[in-house]
Each structure stands twice: as C-alpha cells, then as structure tokens.
C-alpha cells in the first residue's frame, strides 16, 4: 500500500527537472504569436495575399526566414519565404512584425508558418481558416468571383454603400473594407491582387502622416495602378495640404491646385450618380465647405460646375485614377443617402437588377462561372492527347470481367480437365489487360511534355509602360516535379529590363471538382511541398500527377519605346488619324477601338500605314462582339383584316463558353463590359478582370489590338516563353497565341 502511495509521489519530484527544463527551453526560444491575413481579414481565393506574421524573440538574439506553407488549388502545399538577402533579425524578447505575401488555393485552407535558420526549424505553428476566427486561426478568403473594394479613410466613405446595392449571386456578393491606418498597404504591387479598386478619403489628412511620398507602400500602390488597378481619390476641405508638393498623393493629382472655393449650388454630383435625391444645400453653407478647383487638368472631366471640374478620369499606365474634388468621407457627401450610386457610377459597377442578368446555370456543367475558367479549360486542349470516352473505358471493364469470369471458366470446363488452371489463366489475363491499358493510355495521351500558352501584351503608348500577362497550361506524361519560370521577350532591343516578374499557379473560378470554391473538401494526396523562389519569379519542384496537366500565370512589366506610330484626333466624339507599323513584323486581325466603336484594319506588314477619318466604316464593338444583326420576321398583323407584315429585329449570335478558341475567348475578355458582359456571356469576369480595358476608353483613349502570327520556324518571337530548368518546354505541335494591345492618348479638335 505504501510503495503505491510513493511511486507516484516519486516519479513526479524525479520529472520535475524535465518539465522545468522545458519549460525554460520554450521561454528562450522565439515563437510565433499571431498571422494577420489580407486587408482587415478580407482576402480572395487564388490572388496574392499580403500575410502579417507576429514573432517574439527568445532568450537571445537571432537571424533566420519565415516561410508560409498554403495548399494550392489541387491541394498540393506550396511555401513562399521571406527574400534570401534580407535576413529577420529577431532581437532577443522583442516583437517583430513580418510581412510576407502567399497564393491561397481555396476559399477553406490551412497555413503553417515557420521560422527558420541556418540549422533548420527554429519553431512552426499552424494556422487554419474558419468562418468565425478564433485563437490560432484566420477568416475564410472571399471566393474568387467576389468584388472586393477597400476604403482608406479616417471616416466612413461609403463603400459600404456600393456593395449593398451590387446584387450578385449567393457567395458573390461584393465585400467592402475599411482601412483605419495607412499600415494596412502592401509594400509590393501584387499585395493589391485581392482589391478591385481601393477609394481614399482625405478629410483627416492626420491618418497619412506616416506615408513617404515615395515610400514602398506608394510606389506599390502606383504600379499597381499602372498594372491595371484603380484608384478614387477622394480630395475636399483638406486639398491645400493632400495635393501640395512632398504629399504622398501629390503624384496623383491631374492637375495643379489653382485655389480653394466654395462648390456652386448645382445639382451636377445628383444627375452623375442618377440620383432623385438633392445633397443638402445647407450642409455646405453650415460646414463652410470648400473644394479645390483644379488648372491644367490631365483626364477626362466627367463631371463639371461652371468652371469647376469635379469628377476626372485619368488614365494612370493602364489603370486608372479617379479624382473627385468633394469629401465622400465628409458632409455633405457623407449625409447623402445616394452616396453609394455615385461610388458605383465612379467604380464603373454596374447596379443592374436580378431580373436584367442572364441565368449561369447553363454553363455550370462546364466547371466554370467565370471566363477565366473558360481560358484555362481551352488552354487544356491539346492536339494528339484525347481524352479516353466513357464508353470505351466500360466496355473494356465488361470485356475484362467476362474474360475472367465466364470465358475463362467456359474455356478451362471444355478444353482442360484441370480446372486449377485458373490460377495460370487468370494472372495472363490480367497482365493482358494491364499491357492494353498501358498501350492505350500512351496511344490517348502520348509520351510528351506538352505546353499551351498565350500572351497578352500591353503597352501604354504616353508612359511607355509596357504589362505582359501570360496564362500557360503544362501537360505531365508521367509523375514528376518541374522547375519552371517564364522568360519574357523584348519587344524592343532596347526595351528596359524586365522588373517584378510574379510567376504562380492559376487556380479554377467555381465549385467544380478542383475549384477553388469547392463544396466539398478535395483531398490533399501530397505532403512535400514545392517552393516559389523568395522573389516570387519561379516555381521549383512543381508536381504534376501522370497525364495530367496544371495551369500557370505570369505577369511582369517594363518600359518600351518600341511601338506603332500613331496620333489620333477626337472630332465630335469619332476618331481621325493614321497608325503606321513601325515593327519589324506584320500586325494581322487589327481592330481600333475608341468609345464604342471599332475600325477593322486588316493586316499591317511592316512600314505600312492604315488611315482612319470621319468617313471610314466603324462597327458598334457590341453588335460585333455579339455577332449581332438586323433581321426581319413576317409578324401577323389585324387592322380591318389579317395581313403579313415585316418587321425588324435585332439578332446577336449566342456566346459559346463550350469554346476552346483562345483568341474568340481572349477576345471577349479584353473589352468583356462592352461587349454585353454577364448578360451576354452568362459568365463573370473577376478573377482577371485586369484584362478588361473597357473603363480605360471613357478617359480619351483608342486601343489598337492586334495579333502577332508565329513564323512555323517553332521559335518563340513575342510574347514570352516557359522555362523547365532553363530550358523552353514548347515543342512544334503545342498552340502560341500573342496579342498586343497597344494604347493611344486621343487630342480633341481645336
């Protein structure tokens, strides 16, 4: 009885020492405390994310790297990592905030964090995703789909507002953002990936007080413009100090500050917004409201007081920034009950009723809901690989299972006395079948690396930025890890070098099987991860199952001067001018666009010259896109007796998302609003929606798109390649596909 009271007693004072000493162990090492996801928690599926890490330092001072390990959207664990170069110096017992950006591939996921040194694993955590967040975890990402808006101010500035009246379909309604702290910018452009527009109030100038005005977080936020983003600024009472000289958004004023005045009492922001609702007169004369009338204005004005430009659209690169002189954080815009239909009108949202957008069911057998989905299902379609059908794969399991069953046991009952045999026949015939099935699957599949890819080039003529976008999907005939990377391709000798290259997976829009929306957990089946190198260029150790492919996305930028020679002049709203190929190779399929109408060019060789005037032949871009056409139908008609009548209608072809036509496809997603959008499409346009230039024509500017034919030399020319361990993947039966895009400013008439 003694010995059971003791043992216990015993085996506590002896672990004593061990649990002390651990205890010891753990306060002296660093720990990771807590992860801080996207903008205040909002994030989408599918984009890069900005990831706020929080350590504590141990017993004593140390260097090392913090890595992020995410399933991508086929589940397979990806790591990013702080850049090699620059070190954490994590001093001993002292916080340390680290931000780091990552690639969620579903809405649902887990993150593990690591801290580590020359040695290895210092410590790790994980974190998982939950729909109400607690200790040791984070929010839900945002579907892909979803519109995201966030909202930089010290007061509330409506974006709250705008997302309200946007309806969407359930999981895609819009989510809006607050900011409170300047803090919350990412310091890379890819940081924005997850905003469709970001809106700034500037009524309390105090909250940008730690902004340089060519910090990283400004300068992120510009080539983020520049690659497509869009930016409303927000500038009234407080415009004297916002848009002096040495203000962090001084860059993106389109004008110099002339003086401030007191807004005219006209109703021009009520017609803008389509609004019945006055902006309370009163307010302003209370608050004594002053707004900056601006001079020299760069943009398109869209909205005007007498001589006071109020609203201006100016293209910023390829994106563009919208500057609106009034306080939408501040009275009288904040008292407004129609502040969001103004924001929409800004954002360019449209506030379309259920009712007036076409039904998506129809297409959800497809595995997709939106367009980008459609992309990358037609970049997966490659010559000489077959999918193997149905109804072959069950004959040939009837096939097997008569052979085993009732052929085998027939054949061994009439010809052999030893029914035994069986265990002779039975293995032959299922090494039988295993050779045919082998046979056939490389007969379908082939024995190839195969590649499919197009490029997107973009080059904004006035700032000569140049934005290179390539999709690219890569067929694995066996199971195997790739190092891959995309090399871009001067349009010029004297092009710039590339900067920023961000090279990652490209996830599927939608809740099918592999989607990263899905309705059902996917399985993860791989625990190695594979590594984005610590500049986010390459991919390493990338694994691909057998005869199954993954798709890839590149973006980059640069400056060019390398371009065709064009000047345009805006005469009463239809373009005149000329564009001259001053390129080294022939420009075929040329359309220009401006507003709402496209000119057909033809083809371009070099050196030659395409005139447009007020005479030439134009299309409307949506009756084109839409193959649209005017018919006429016999209608049944009765006045004092029945009679035929024609009548005419118009007919626009249906859109066909069972396409696999890139370029019918790239088409559609490079002007997707004007072209009739949702309602024409059934589909969205929101997990590229960088693609879509159709905005950037309501700021004075004409588009010319063409498309670069490859020579059959099988060398890449344009665009950009695809690299496995340095080397090009394509081979002469894979599909390129390059367009450029190339933007003009557009003078007005004198």
């Known amino acids: 009885m003694i010995g059971r009271v003791l043992a216990p007693c015993l085996m506590v004072f002896l672990l004593l020492p061990v649990a002390a000493c651990a205890q010891q162990t753990d306060a002296q090492s660093p720990a990771i405390v ?53 070190p954490i110096e994590l001093a001993a017992g002292q916080p340390k905030l680290v931000m780091l950006y990552t690639r969620f591939g579903r809405v649902e996921s887990q993150m593990v964090v690591e801290f580590r040194t020359g040695d290895g694993v210092v410590t790790s955590r994980i974190f998982r995703a939950s729909a109400t967040p607690q200790e040791g975890e984070y ?5 892909s ?85 869009k930016l409303v600024l927000s500038v009234g009472s407080q415009g004297e100090r916002i848009l002096a000289d040495g203000s962090p958004w001084a860059r993106f004023r389109p004008g110099q500050l002339q003086r401030m005045v007191v807004p005219p009492l006209a109703n021009s922001l009520e017609a803008y917004a389509g609004s019945s609702v006055r902006i309370e007169q009163g307010v302003r004369g209370r608050h004594g409201l002053r707004v900056p009338q601006l001079q020299n204005v760069h943009g398109t004005v869209e909205v005007r007081d007498s001589n006071l430009p109020l609203v201006i659209r100016r293209a910023w690169g390829l994106g563009q920034v919208i500057f609106v002189a009034a306080d939408l954080d501040g009275p009288p815009l904040a008292d407004w009950p129609d502040r969001g239909l103004l924001l929409s009108r800004l954002l360019d949202w449209s506030t379309a009723a259920p009712g007036e957008l076409k039904e998506r069911t129809a297409v959800m057998h497809y595995g997709f809901t939106d367009i980008a989905g459609q992309l990358r299902s037609a970049l997966d379609q490659y010559s000489g690989v077959s999918a193997v059908s149905f109804s072959l794969v069950a004959g040939l399991v009837i096939l097997y299972l008569v052979l085993i069953g009732p052929v085998d046991y027939f054949l061994l009952r009439k010809f052999s006395p030893r029914m035994e045999l069986t265990w002779v026949t039975f293995p032959l015939v299922v090494i039988a079948f295993g050779v045919v099935a082998y046979v056939l699957a490389y007969r379908f599949k082939g024995e190839d690396v195969r590649i499919n890819q197009v490029s997107l080039i973009d080059v904004d003529t006035e700032s000569k930025w140049l934005r290179g976008t390539s999709w690219a999907d890569v067929f694995s005939p066996r199971m195997d890890r790739y190092d891959l990377t995309c090399q871009p ?92 190929n001053t390129l080294d190779c022939p420009l075929t399929d040329c359309l220009l666009v401006y507003g709402r109408w496209v000119y057909e060019l033809g083809t371009l060789g070099p050196g030659e010259m395409a005139s447009i005037g007020v005479s030439s032949r134009r299309r409307d871009m ?70 879509d230039m159709t905005s950037l024509l309501k700021a004075d500017r004409a588009i010319l798109v063409a498309t670069v034919p490859e020579d059959g030399s099988g060398e890449a020319r344009h665009g950009s390649v695809i690299l496995r361990d340095g080397k090009p993947i394509a081979g002469p039966n894979d599909r390129r596909l390059t367009i450029y895009r190339f933007v003009y400013p557009v003078a007005k008439a004198e």
């Open 622 to 691: 949506r009756a084109m896109m839409t193959g649209q056409r005017i018919v006429t139908r016999k209608e049944s008609t009765k006045v004092l007796e029945r009679e035929d009548s024609n009548k005419l209608y118009h007919e626009s072809t249906p859109y066909e998302p069972s396409s696999v036509d890139l370029g019918y496809i790239l088409r559609m997603m490079m002007f997707f609003d004007q072209s009739g959008g949702t309602g024409y499409t059934g589909l969205l346009d929101r997990y590229q929606n960088f693609v």
């Open 139 to 143: 929010p839900l990402a945002a579907r």
């Open 489 to 580: 391709i001067p349009l010029g000798k004297d092009d710039a070098p590339v900067r920023d290259l961000v090279f990652s997976w490209m996830g599927l829009p939608g809740e099918a099987l592999g989607g990263m929306d899905p309705t059902t957990a996917n399985p993860i089946s791989l625990k190695q991860p594979y590594a984005f190198t610590p500049e986010l260029n390459a991919m390493q150790g990338v694994p691909i199952q057998i005869w199954a492919s993954k798709c890839f996305t590149s973006r980059w930028s640069t400056t060019t001067a390398v371009y065709p020679e064009a000047r345009f002049v805006d005469e009463d709203q239809v373009i005149t001018g000329r564009v001259i």
């Open 145 to 229: 789909t979803c519109r995201v808006v966030a909202g930089l101010s010290g007061a509330p500035v409506g974006i709250d507002q705008v997302a309200d009246l946007q309806w969407q379909h359930p999981g895609e309604q819009p989510v809006a953002v607050r900011l409170e702290s300047t803090a919350a910018l990412p310091d890379e452009w890819y940081g924005y990936e997850s905003l469709d527009a970001l809106v700034v109030g500037t009524s309390k100038p105090e909250l940008f007080d730690n902004l340089e005005p060519n910090g990283p977080q400004i300068l992120a936020l510009d080539k983020w413009i520049r690659m497509g983003g």
């Open 34 to 86: 807590a992860v801080e996801v996207g903008f205040e928690g909002h994030y989408r599926a599918g984009v890069w994310t900005p990831v706020k890490v929080t350590l504590r330092g141990g017993g004593q001072a140390v260097r090392g790297h913090v890595t992020l390990t995410v399933p991508d959207t086929d589940g397979a664990p990806s790591r990013t990592t702080t850049p090699s170069d620059r």
